[in-house]
């Protein structure tokens, strides 16, 4: 069992003691990607830094700006090998934000499951419980409880819209602009029969009902009409198994769907393995767009997805939180940042005939 330090990080990342020390000091030498490594490897071990103790007589009257950020993720997902990780990218963003106003930023993550701060996974976050934390950022949906009792404690800002809590600060990509624009690039390249394939999450995913509300409508105002079939993931259907979908989604294939848009690269990734392994040819026979742009295992084609600017969210999403310490019952805002179209190699225009 490794001893939690941040000689533990190092060697993790690959780098000196020091670089990590001046990570968490905001040392302007140090680059916000960096930092936001060393937070994420904090976050896997369990370290959380302490800065130096001094008397009393000699501290400054005001108190330091704390950032608390909380992942709701398991350990094994949020660092699962394959993928890039979009929550890196955000804390690429809070650290450019917070080393630049010299902010203090502890990374933390909370597995899906825990539903309350009386939880243990909480109580060991010694900058909420002692109610160090300035205010707090949320990285991907958090259970309603939790947010709940978050809310009466701290300012929260959450970087991933949150269905339930309208009346939270939010910073998120813009779910309509992103799926429109997938929809369009699938029109240019002459699809009419398009499918929609999601999956369930073990805390409701309201990025995944926004991207589907954006389907409804953007197929709607084109008067294109979607059947009930073609839509895997989403109620009224029964939800499936990965490769029990993935069998649906090779019988609307056969049935007619010329392309799919899935709700996150992710998921884009399984749907071309999966129909590559039932026979049909990407995008030769089908065409599939994600939406994240991440990057996937090596083997996979280059995705055709929607770009979303995870730095740039993270970065208004703390400039957002340092608003609202300034002005604590400020009225309520949501942030929508546009994404943008990333061409990849699976879409085709669809086979004649």
């Not at 309350?116 to 419980?129: C, N, R, T």
């Not at 049935?255 to 039932?278: E, F, K, N, P, S």
């Not at 040819?281 to 084609?301: A, R």
Request: glycine content about 8%; some cysteine; charged content about 25%.
């Amino acid at each position: 069992m490794i001893e939690v330090n941040q000689q533990a990080i190092a060697d993790r990342l690959g780098i000196s003691r020091a670089t990590v020390s001046r990570c968490f000091t905001n040392h302007a030498g140090i680059s916000p990607v960096t930092r936001a490594k060393v937070f994420q490897v904090a976050a896997e071990i369990g370290y959380t830094h302490m800065e130096t103790r001094v008397p009393s007589s000699k501290k400054k009257a005001k108190r330091k700006t704390n950032f608390s950020v909380l992942i709701c993720s398991d350990t094994e997902e949020y660092f699962r090998g394959g993928y890039q990780s979009p929550g890196e990218q955000i804390l690429a963003g809070v650290s450019e934000f917070a080393q630049t106003h010299d902010i203090r930023v502890d990374v933390n993550l909370v597995p899906p499951e825990v539903t309350s701060l009386d939880d243990p996974a909480f109580q060991k976050i010694e900058g909420l419980m002692k109610r160090q934390a300035s205010g707090v950022l949320l990285i991907y949906p958090f259970p309603a409880t939790v947010i709940d009792e978050l809310a009466l404690r701290f300012p929260l800002v959450s970087l991933v819209d949150q269905l339930e809590h309208s009346s939270i600060d939010c910073v998120d990509v813009d779910h309509y602009n992103g799926i429109s624009t997938a929809v369009d690039h699938l029109l240019e390249a002459g699809h009419r029969r398009i499918g929609f394939y999601t999956k369930e999450y073990p805390v409701a995913a309201s990025w995944s009902f926004r991207r589907y509300s954006a389907f409804v409508e953007k197929m709607a105002r084109l008067k294109i009409e979607v059947p009930p079939q073609d839509v895997i993931g989403m109620f009224p259907r029964e939800t499936m198994e990965l490769e029990e979908s993935l069998e649906e989604v090779a019988k609307r294939t056969r049935d007619g769907v010329t392309a799919w848009i899935c709700v996150a690269d992710h998921q884009a990734y399984d749907v071309v393995a999966g129909l590559q392994a039932r026979g049909f040819s990407v995008p030769e026979d089908v065409s599939v767009t994600g939406f994240d742009g991440i990057e996937g295992p090596g083997q996979n084609l280059a995705l055709t997805t929607i770009q979303i600017p995870f730095r740039e969210i993270g970065n208004t999403g703390a400039e957002r939180l340092a608003a609202r310490l300034r002005r604590r019952f400020h009225g309520k805002q949501h942030v929508y940042i546009s994404g943008q179209l990333k061409s990849g190699k699976t879409v085709a225009p669809p086979r004649e005939g």
